[in-house]
């Protein structure tokens, strides 16, 4: 079975420092893995996508996640942090059919002036 | 372009009634999943439909939930007999072709069992 767990609810950040956005799976095979944002008001958004290719992916607004097989980890990072990104962040996991996707409890970020 | 609609963006409803929950995806989308998002939680795959394949419905939390998609477009999350657990936003999701590609949110239906 397929399940991710987002360590940390919540995140508080100071503009312009790095952020940390921690994610742990767990699959029985090689897994495809996301991170999808959800701004206040606003629909979800994909910001990067891991499918067995580099292990080291960019994503859009400056964000990264490195996948750490030997950790099962998948942490989304920036190195600075804008007012802008204050959000709800999801870790996604996809079945091993790309059928269905596995969401975690989320983490939101706020970031502070 | 349009994205991804979804109606009513608010439904309160008696506990015991039936819904209907539409979602209208992007066009030539023939991928379509329903999410479920109760309070605090992330959210909880439901049901995917791609194209003419006859649809994944392991989501589904209860038989008092269905959904159907016609003519590989529309979509209505029906549920039955509603409960008080049933409470959360129902999203609505498409993408070009399913897989790995990026799923476009709509907005989301807030559904209220009192």
């Known amino acids: 079975a397929q399940s991710v767990t987002q360590l940390d609810s919540h995140v508080s950040v100071s503009e312009g420092t790095p952020v940390l956005l921690r994610c742990n799976y767990s699959s029985s095979y090689s897994p495809s893995l996301f991170w999808y944002v959800q701004h206040p008001n606003k629909g979800l958004q994909l910001l990067l996508k891991?499918?067995?290719?580099?292990?080291l992916v960019k994503g859009i607004n400056g964000f990264e996640a490195e996948f750490k097989k030997s950790e099962t980890s998948f942490h989304l990072t920036k190195p600075s942090a804008h007012m802008s990104d204050a959000a709800e962040y999801f870790c996604v996991v996809s079945s091993n059919n790309f059928n269905k996707f596995y969401f975690g409890s989320g983490t939101k970020l706020n970031v502070k002036p | 372009g349009a994205g991804v609609s979804q109606s009513p963006s608010n439904k309160v409803t008696e506990k015991g009634k039936d819904v209907e929950l539409r979602c209208d995806p992007i066009?030539?989308?023939?991928?379509l999943y329903w999410y479920r998002q109760s309070l605090g939680q992330g959210l909880e795959f439901l049901i995917y439909?791609?194209?003419?394949?006859?649809?994944?419905k392991s989501g589904l939390p209860s038989d008092r939930f269905s959904a159907e998609r016609t003519g590989g477009s529309v979509s209505t999350l029906t549920i039955q007999r509603t409960q008080q657990e049933d409470s959360a936003v129902y999203l609505c999701?498409?993408?070009?072709?399913?897989?790995?590609?990026?799923?476009?949110f709509g907005p989301g239906t807030r559904l209220t069992v009192t």
């Open positions: 891991y499918t067995s290719a580099a292990t």
């Open positions: 439909f791609q194209g003419n394949s006859a649809p994944d």
């Open positions: 999701a498409s993408s070009l072709v399913g897989g790995l590609y990026e799923q476009y």
């Open positions: 066009s030539g989308h023939t991928a």
